[in-house]
């Protein structure tokens, strides 16, 4: 917990969220329960 105002914006800090989470979302294997189905299907 900060115990002061800390030196980050709240625009500067929603920034970086976004981008990481673009760099994990984009490295990270996802086979949903929507790709299994449509996977069936296409067999």
Not at 5 to 10: D, E, Q, V, W
């Amino acid at each position: 917990m900060l115990t002061n105002k800390g030196h980050i914006s709240k625009l500067q800090a929603d920034k970086k969220a976004v981008t990481e989470y673009k760099e994990f979302n984009r490295t990270q294997k996802v086979f949903s329960d929507f790709d299994r189905i449509i996977h069936k299907q296409n067999e």
